[in-house]
């Protein structure tokens, strides 16, 4: 059984941090793409970052140079600092992991959201 908990969301002022977290099992951990991506209220689901089986990272233009995601593989654990938080970055965070093969999706597996609020 697949599972991916989300933690470490919260209430946090402007100017603040936070480190999101989320555990997988029931999947072959190293193997998958890890990703983050948010969804204001209103708003679609975005991407926030990734990072590949190998380390390799990619950041949304509105995040980069403040948050930083990082992989323990044997922890099976995706990670997110989040820093110099603003109130734009209030959402829903999701984790993700996707198998992907030659650019096609063969496995997409997503968590339940943690809520993250950051205040003015």
């Known amino acids: 059984q697949v599972q991916l908990v989300e933690s470490g969301g919260g209430l946090v002022q402007a100017g603040g941090s936070l480190r999101l977290s989320c555990a997988a099992s029931g999947f072959t951990f190293g193997s998958y793409r890890m990703g983050w991506y948010r969804q204001a209220p209103g708003k679609q689901r975005e991407l926030v970052a990734t990072?590949?089986?190998?380390?390799?990272?990619n950041y949304a233009d509105s995040v980069e140079g403040r948050f930083t995601i990082s992989r323990d593989n044997a922890e099976n654990t995706v990670y997110l600092q989040m820093n110099s938080l603003k109130p734009e970055d209030t959402a829903v965070y999701y984790c993700n992991a996707r198998l992907l093969h030659n650019y096609r999706i063969l496995s997409d597996y997503w968590g339940q959201g943690t809520q993250v609020t950051v205040s003015s």
């Open positions: 990072i590949t089986s190998g380390g390799s990272t």
